[in-house]
């Protein structure tokens, strides 16, 4: 029974690189998801949503904050988030939860706010502002090695090497192909397995009738791709559909600059801990077999999804809890001969939603078509809670749709950027011969167009998606789509100008002090 006397309890689910039509819930022919699929069975499935960025920072501090890119100014692992900026987390605890992080959010500290010599300025991932750690996992795993350790699993590999084939680190070599051997943990030693067995047990610890806000920061799907039996034979490498691509990755190369680098960059050793070459040669058999490890880890996650309704449910909390579960980007996954994020195509962006509110089962099962975005988010939860979103956030509440309705005025495009400059060492910079304030670009995606602008001079993209689904023919030099091609760049000079900072923007000094709204203060009267 939904208790109306308190406040629901928070729980926030990302995975990392999950893709959006990785869901037997969305209509995907091969990978199951039973668990995921029963929660949108009680929830909402926002079909059409998709990331702000990527990669892993530049993409969660959309979904924290609520702020676009351009905003947030996140542009690349290890960029700081300015400490002006508020965040989900900073949100629920002034309305009294204390939010509870058992993961990672891959957030780099304002360095403006430490100590020169402060050993948090090594390192891209920090804490999310707002957050109490119960239990960090940062991408060295260190917490879960010396859980492994503890269960008898020989755990000396370290990280990567643990995520190796077992046969593989044994015989300490690799002939280059892909397998889908097993790892030495099991199913139940897991990142994934591990992080839910020590959520349930705070969950155990919790006050009965005090709501808590808890966020699990899953790292599958991501790399590397390799995960244990059952599911590194449950799909094979044959299933799925074609691969979204030109004939031979030259020709993707051939169709634009940025993808010639970017097919260039891409290492095998990225993806499989020991391989050697560019995944662009990697070759239709061995992204098959990744495909398939792929599938297999979305289904172990699924699995650990499982646990924690069970859980939730044990607690006599499922009916008190609003659950979220998303991905902060996605994978190409063998599209255009590439894996990983980045860019500007569908399959890097386009993530996964299910919102369940159990005050709200009017729309249960329901799903929803229009463009939906990470920045959504923050002002959804906030929505939820009962509060009014800060009017300088650029997302929206997606609370009209949990009620089973339509908001006014909806966004009639997704949008996202993608920044690819190299701050460390300058090799974009140099390779395309501009500053890093041009090394970006800005996509707008309708329905039937996707237009994509890209800074320091390289040519735009144009595709016509209903003629071009798998996005290969760009045809913003062809007379007969000038018009779109100048409506779409129109469209995205507006989108920026309407969400340019309004941290301040949205207040004014009067004679009788300050109307309007300034960000992180109280609100003026107007």
Sequence with gaps: MVRKDRR????????DQWRGDCLSAAGHKVVRTPNADALAAEGVLFRQHFGGAAPCSPARACLYTGLYQMNNRVCRNGTPLDARHGNIALSARSLGYDPTLFGYTDVSPDPRMLAPGDPRLKSYEGVLPGFTVRQLLPEHQKPWLSWLKARGIDSSAGFPDIHRP?????????????TT?????????????FLTGEFVRWLGEQERGTPWFAHLSFLSPHPPFIVPEPYNSMYGPADGTAFRRAAN?????????????ELDQQQRANFRPGAEGKVRDWGDDNFGR???????????VDAQLGRIWQAVKAADAWDDTIVVL?????????????????????????IPLIIRDPRRRKAAGASVDRFTEAVDIAPTLLDLLGEVSPPHLDGQSLKPFLDAGEPGNW????????????VADGHAERHFGVGPRQCNLAVIRTKQFKYVHFGGGLPPLLFDLEQDRNELTNVAADPTYLPVRLELAERLLAWRAEHLDQSLALAELTEDGVVGHVAGLPPFPS
Excluded at 8 to 15: D, E, G, M, Q, R
Excluded at 290 to 300: H, K, P, Q, T
Aim: glycine share 8%.
């Design 8 to 15: 629901p309890n928070v729980l926030l689910i990302t995975c």
């Design 249 to 261: 990755w030259q020709a993707e190369a051939q169709s634009h600059p940025y993808l010639a680098y």
């Design 326 to 350: 998303t991905s902060d980007h996605a994978e190409m996954m063998g599209d255009h001969f590439m894996l990983g994020k980045g860019g500007f195509f569908d399959g890097s962006f386009h």
């Design 290 to 300: 990744i495909r398939a490890l792929y599938y297999g880890m979305i289904s172990e």
């Design 166 to 178: 077992a046969d593989e680190i044994v015989a300490a070599t690799t002939d280059g192909a892909v």
């Design 411 to 422: 966004r009639g495009a997704a949008h996202w950027e993608f920044d690819f400059r190299s």
């Design 181 to 193: 051997s097993p790892p030495v943990y099991s199913k139940d030693e897991t990142p994934a397995a």
